[in-house]
């Protein structure tokens, strides 16, 4: 039996060597989120009956916790070690909750954009996403660009309309003042 202290909101997900950062197809084990205040004198626990001398991979499915190195081995080999298992998580393109669906569609080679495994064991998660974009950073990128070219052609509007002023002779002080007219032949109007 193995014992983790859960703290604040973490959770706790078997994964696969091969996969990680995504629910074990089969036989999972998922301690669900703990959301524990900051200030908390409690510790939550989950508890892991272990009947196997095979390698149990986990991970945090909070975030990107797993991509961070939350991640964990019990019974690890030679073969699948922490540092192998910590190094495929880290290009893992998302963490996943049992039950829950990629939201990657697909790689270019039209693998699924989690799946590490062609058969060989070396093959790693590789972040390409077949040239797609994520439409909201697009649109956001474009927004950001149109706000500031306004605002660019805005200040060389003023700067413009400042130094024809200067040129003009009108000063700051003389906006609001009334204007005198001489008539040439009897002083001020």
């Known amino acids: ?38 200030d ?12 196997t001398t095979s ?17 964990g081995v019990i019974n690890p080999t030679i073969n699948q070690s922490l540092s192998d298992y910590r190094a495929r998580a880290r290009k ?3 963490s996943l909750n049992p039950g ?30 077949g040239g797609k974009k994520n439409v909201g950073v697009v649109i956001g990128g474009v927004l950001g660009g149109v706000v500031l070219m306004i605002v660019g052609i805005a200040g060389l509007v003023v700067v413009v309309v400042r130094k024809r002023g200067v040129r003009k002779g009108i000063r700051k002080e003389d906006v609001g003042r009334p204007v005198l007219k001489s008539n040439m032949a009897g002083g001020f109007v």
Request: glycine share 10%; proline share 6%.
């Open 100 to 129: 829950e669906r990629a939201r990657n569609v697909t790689k270019a080679g039209g693998k699924d954009s989690g799946d590490n495994d062609d058969g060989d064991g070396n093959d790693t998660d590789g972040g390409d996403q």
């Open 92 to 94: 893992a393109l998302e």
């Open 1 to 38: 039996m193995l014992v983790l202290v859960l703290l604040f909101n973490h959770s706790i997900v078997q994964s696969t060597f091969l996969t990680p950062c995504r629910p074990a197809p089969q036989t999972a084990f998922f301690s669900g989120f703990h959301p524990l205040p900051l």
């Open 40 to 51: 908390t004198q409690l510790l939550d626990t989950f508890t892991i009956n272990i009947t």
């Open 55 to 71: 390698p149990i991979f986990f991970y945090c499915s909070q975030g990107r916790h797993c991509q961070s190195g939350f991640v």
